[in-house]
């Protein structure tokens, strides 16, 4: 099969290679259709090799994905070949204490294969290729009017709505999300599905976007000044219930937490590049503030599915671009660059 293998860092192209073959409770995948993550360029690039992203070489990274289920390993009764699935990264030893109580994104077995712990196109082989064997935990199946592509986004999609379930939404209160990209939309998209009125802070076509798919008010930072003065603003002087902060920045962080109201919450979803981040932890304790950091998806993939059948949310307009597992150079350059107004990206093996 054909496959992005990485060689090392910044060294990687299309080959073939060697076709997985299932293991007992693993089904293999064909593998349809993959969103480029905001994390892969830095695990092509070797920024997180200082964490074992990836533990090794040669490695093939990717983890946003959809596709069809080609062959069942031994035991697998969940699904059977044909069936239409998406993927997520995670997948958790199953036994330990986080696994059990289903903070499987939170596994104690991190890292250590031997045990079961799986972390697809990080610590494990991923979905850049015709074919992946995948545990059947990280698998959901497909409604049937959820394209490939689109499916591609789930895992996108529930890393947002991680975010909200730690948070809550107060239907009929306010959200500030700052950060127009893909995670930060489809959180603006489940807040205004669950009934909050949204304020969506970035600038430029992506602010646009999310004004386009349904945000009630867009603040665009270049232009307005004061981020917080204007949440307030439009919040009667009071500031939103809750804030998702999506964009990887410190003034991000210190904005989000001075957003919200007494009694808020938080939702630090972007992965910093370090721990050098300033809270503003008087504000936090007089107001009595919840920061949050949200990891992952866990348990969140049907769910987004389901939103997305259902028309609650959108990711079909996210995706941008389309390019074929041949053109995976050109497709990363693509994200990178933000060519031609490039969001999600999706890659098509098969």
Known sequence: MNA?????????????IEKPKPQAGEVLVQIKAVSICGSDPKVFSGGYMSINWPPSFP??????FSGIVSELGEGVTKFTVGDRVAGEA??????????????????????????????????FQGA????????VKSLTKLPDNVSFEEASLADTAGTALQAIRLTGIVPGGYTVVIGPGPIGIF?????????SRTIMVGRRERLKLAEKLGA?????????????SRVKEITGGLGAHQSFECAGSSNAIEQCVRSVRKNGKVALVSLPTDDLHSIPTK?????????FGSRANPNCAK?????????????????????PLSDFSKAMKTFVERIDGAMKVVVTPN
């Open 283 to 291: 504000t936090m304790v007089m107001n009595q503030i919840a920061v």
């Open 128 to 135: 850049y290729a015709d074919y992946n064997a995948y545990n």
């Open 216 to 228: 009630d008010h867009i603040v665009d930072y270049e232009e307005c000044g004061d981020i917080v």
């Open 59 to 64: 490695f093939v990274p990717g983890h946003e």
């Open 303 to 323: 769910d987004v599915l389901d939103l997305m059948a259902g028309g609650a949310i959108n990711s079909k307009d996210l995706i941008t671009h389309v390019f």
């Open 90 to 123: 995670h997948c958790g030893c199953g036994s330990c204490e986080n696994c059990m109580s289903g903070n499987y994104n939170l596994c104690l077995n991190y890292g250590n294969p031997a045990a079961g712990h799986r972390h697809y196109g990080f610590t």
């Open 4 to 16: 992005v293998v990485m060689r090392g860092p910044n060294d990687y192209g299309v080959q073939a």
């Open 187 to 195: 959180a603006m998209q489940i807040a205004k599905s669950m009934g």
